[in-house]
Structures are given as C-alpha cells and as structure tokens.
C-alpha cells in the first residue's frame, strides 16, 4: 500500500435474491472512482452472483444490472474472490466461476486488514 492508495475489503453475504447484492457492487465501483484499491470478498449465498449465468440473474432499479456493475468493477481493476468453504458447499469450482474470480481463502482478506485495510459489509 503506497501513502496515496488505501485499501478497502468488501464483504458480501448477500446473492441474487438481495439488493444488497447490487448495493455492495455500487459502493464497490465508488471505491475504486475515489482511488481505493478494492476487494470483493463473497461469502454465503454472495458466491452465487459470479457462477456463470447468476450474474445475469440480478437488477435493481435504479441501480445497474449486476452483470454491467461486476464488469465494471472487474475492468477498472477491482479484485473479487470467493469464499472456499462457500463455493464448494454449493458444488461451485473455478470453472464454474465467471472469468476474473478467484476462489480465494479468507487469510487474504485478514493480510489486508492486518496492514490497514478500511471494510465494509452487506
């Protein structure tokens, strides 16, 4: 972390049957527009959202489609992993997952809080 970058953790509980989902992914893309570096980490029923096709299942007027919000986010640099334990309960592996996602152990979330990292949770 250089002095003029922060980080931020955004942890995600929430899937396709909560606009939470789509909040989280907004304030995500605010993050990075105010120059944080952002994680999205996805736990619970959030690991839904980047299987392939449950991306397209999501969008709450007004805001954008979840799809159109996770390319964004993706494609501004945004880092978005997925909870193990979670993804296997719901028979998700890598493959399963919409490119860029990476199935991802909570000790990288705990790296970046340990060395100053702000979080959020929805």
Known sequence: MTPSTRD???LATRG????????ALTIACG?????LK??????SSAVDLVRK???????????DPLKKLLEDFMGRGGTVW???PC?????????DLIDGVSIQ??????????SGAATLSF
């Open 82 to 84: 997925a909870c193990p």
């Open 87 to 95: 993804a296997k309960a719901r028979g998700y592996a890598q493959e």
């Open 53 to 63: 096709r449950g991306v397209e299942m999501t969008h709450v007027p007004p805001l």
């Open 105 to 114: 152990g909570a000790s990288a979330v705990h790296e970046l809080i340990k």
């Open 16 to 23: 396709t049957d909560h606009e939470l989902s789509s909040v």
């Open 38 to 43: 952002v994680y999205l980490f996805l736990a």
């Open 31 to 35: 993050g990075i527009t105010s120059g």
């Open 8 to 10: 931020l953790v955004i």
